[in-house]
């Protein structure tokens, strides 16, 4: 069974800095796309970060030049890194695994970690 789980969150002061892992075990990590969400009180959840099996990244515009996403496959690790934090980060960030076995898509989310940035 699947399973991922995140670290790394915590309080930290607008401008600030964090470094979110997501250890996978129980899937086929090397193949799969992994992605960071994110979700405010209130809103909907939202893609922050992914990166492909083959290291291809994108983001949301709101934290492009801020975060960057990468990946250990030795490790089974993905990494969000976050700098120039600013309240609007605040939120529960979750981690994602997508990929294809055996022609059926598998997907898997880790339990979240919070991120709060005061101003």
């Known amino acids: 069974q699947g399973q991922l789980v995140e670290s790394g969150g915590g309080l930290v002061q607008a401008g600030g800095s964090l470094t979110l892992s997501c250890v996978a075990s129980g899937i086929r990590f090397s193949i799969a796309t992994m992605n960071w969400y994110r979700q405010a009180p209130g809103k909907q959840r939202e893609l922050v970060a992914g990166?492909?099996?083959?290291?291809?990244?994108t983001y949301v515009d709101s934290v492009k030049g801020r975060f960057t996403i990468s990946r250990d496959n030795a490790k089974n690790t993905v990494y969000l890194q976050m700098i120039r934090l600013k309240p609007e980060d605040t939120a529960v960030y979750y981690c994602?695994?997508?990929?294809?076995?055996?022609?059926?898509?598998?997907?898997?989310w880790g339990q979240g970690t919070q991120v709060t940035v005061s101003s």
């Open positions: 994602n695994a997508g990929f294809l076995l055996f022609g059926t898509a598998r997907n898997y």
């Open positions: 990166i492909t099996s083959a290291g291809s990244t």
